[in-house]
């Protein structure tokens, strides 16, 4: 069992930046797919970006040259760095992790996840 804790969100103004982090615990991180899928209030939850085990990345066209996803195995914990943020970046972002070795990965599907984190707040006010 994976237990998944995000921090770093907040209130930043149009342009500005975030950094978000996503602590792990009760697994072998570096085996695992993960994610960030974020949801804003009254929408679907929507896929934000994903690295898998491998560091290869997958990004939404909406977060594509702005965020970055990266992970660090030695302290179990994935980040994003967020830049630019605009007003419609406004959600609780989640992250997630894939942890079926024998499961095809493509990131961007919520079913390919096993365990999801209670998310963090960004606000990007205009």
């Known amino acids: 069992q994976v237990q998944l804790v995000e921090s770093g969100g907040g209130l930043v103004q149009t342009g500005g930046s975030l950094r978000l982090s996503c602590a792990a615990s009760g697994g072998t991180f570096s085996g695992y797919d993960m994610g960030w899928f974020r949801q804003a209030p009254g929408k679907e939850r929507e896929f934000v970006a994903a690295?898998?085990?491998?560091?290869?990345?997958y990004y939404a066209d909406s977060t594509k040259g702005r965020f970055t996803i990266s992970r660090d195995n030695a302290k179990n914990t994935l980040s994003l760095q967020m830049n630019s943020l605009k007003p419609e970046d406004t959600a609780v972002y989640h992250c997630a992790a894939a942890g079926n070795p024998f499961r095809s990965f493509t990131g961007r599907g919520e079913y390919e996840y096993d365990y999801w984190g209670q998310g963090t707040q960004v606000t990007v006010s205009s």
């Open positions: 690295i898998s085990r491998n560091r290869v990345t």
